[in-house]
């Protein structure tokens, strides 16, 4: 994938939200290639289980604490050459329901982390950024300098990241870049609660011959992207050493829509290898949500010119790959 791998192996890197379906792949694809890796997390939506094969690790270390108190982004911080920013409560309909609590921890949170940045002296802050930045921008395919208003407290705090950080920059010469992440899925994504992400949702539901709900009429889209592209780009964030790359915000995604509607199909399609009968359930439709984008379709080429991102996994590919881990996690 690149030919700078072997440098991981001198590097102390800390993945905040570590024990978080993003963060933990992200340790262990980290782990795999030879980094010291230490895990922040509170616990509050990451997941024990989802750490557990690195614990015994040498070059891992779980720190058990919250974004929110700058003490623990210190020592987190210590000695450290990169830091993979993960930490944040996602889910929109979750900043709906409870602005406060998702602009203290995404927005408290990742300032108290560029701080700690800052006075440790890290080399480079690589965060979790959305694309829910967008907003109500109807253009397609998304392009990183043309944004939308936001359209709930979530898309907010995302957006409030990138300034952030393109701040720190300026005024402490703190080098950052930033991830819009679009609809990522793959192993260790929770299926359960009410602010699961769709996908891992849909496949538990198809599983158990339960009919998933579609919020709308299932022609709303998005550009789901399987977690080992958001990997792949990761360790390239790392690893890229033009000064023209640094100081960005980046989409992450495959580049091609899929409409909930296509989505149900191909997961049945792809269930029915497993079991035939899951051929035979049908979706039910709700009303939109409120906060929802219609559409999500990234530009991807900043990315690739600058990041040399080549994403390996399609949808479908990476469908194939997921429900193959739900299939024998979920049985």
Request: positive net charge; proline residues 5%; aromatic residues 10%.
């Amino acid at each position: 994938m690149h030919p700078n791998l072997e440098k991981l192996k001198e590097y102390k890197i800390l993945v905040t939200g570590g024990a978080g379906f993003i963060g933990s792949n992200l340790c262990e694809a980290l782990l795999k290639l030879g980094a010291e890796v230490i895990c922040l997390d509170n616990f509050s939506t990451g997941r024990k289980e989802n750490i557990y094969g690195f614990l015994g690790n040498p070059l891992f270390t779980l720190i058990e604490g919250d974004i929110r108190d700058l003490k623990v982004c210190q020592e987190a911080c210590k000695n450290v050459d990169f830091v993979l920013h993960e930490a944040a409560l996602g889910s929109v309909p979750r900043s709906i329901e409870n602005p406060i609590t998702t602009n203290k921890v995404n927005i408290d949170g990742f300032l108290n982390m560029l701080v700690a940045v800052k006075n440790s002296k890290v080399n480079r802050f690589i965060y979790a950024a959305s694309s829910s930045t967008y907003g109500d921008s109807t253009e397609l395919p998304k392009t990183e300098d043309k944004i939308g208003k936001p359209l709930s407290p979530y898309a907010v705090t995302k957006y409030v990241n990138e300034l952030y950080a393109e701040v720190f920059h300026k005024t402490y010469q703190i080098n950052t870049i930033g991830l819009r992440y679009f609809n990522v899925f793959g192993k260790h994504q929770n299926p359960n609660g009410a602010y699961a992400a769709v996908i891992p949702k849909f496949i538990q539901q198809l599983i158990h011959k339960e009919s998933p709900v579609i919020n709308g009429d299932g022609s709303f889209s998005r550009d789901f992207t399987y977690i080992d592209n958001v990997v792949q780009i990761n360790i390239l964030a790392i690893l890229v050493e033009n000064p023209a790359a640094l100081n960005q915000v980046y989409n992450v995604a495959c580049g091609e829509r899929t409409t909930l509607n296509q989505l149900i199909s191909i997961l049945k399609e792809k269930l029915a290898a497993f079991d035939s009968s899951i051929s035979e359930v049908t979706p039910t439709y709700g009303p939109t949500r409120m906060g929802d984008i219609p559409h999500s379709n990234a530009n991807i080429a900043k990315a690739k010119n600058l990041l040399q991102y080549n994403p390996q996994f399609t949808v479908k590919k990476g469908l194939k790959k997921a429900i193959s881990w739900y299939w024998n996690n979920l049985n």
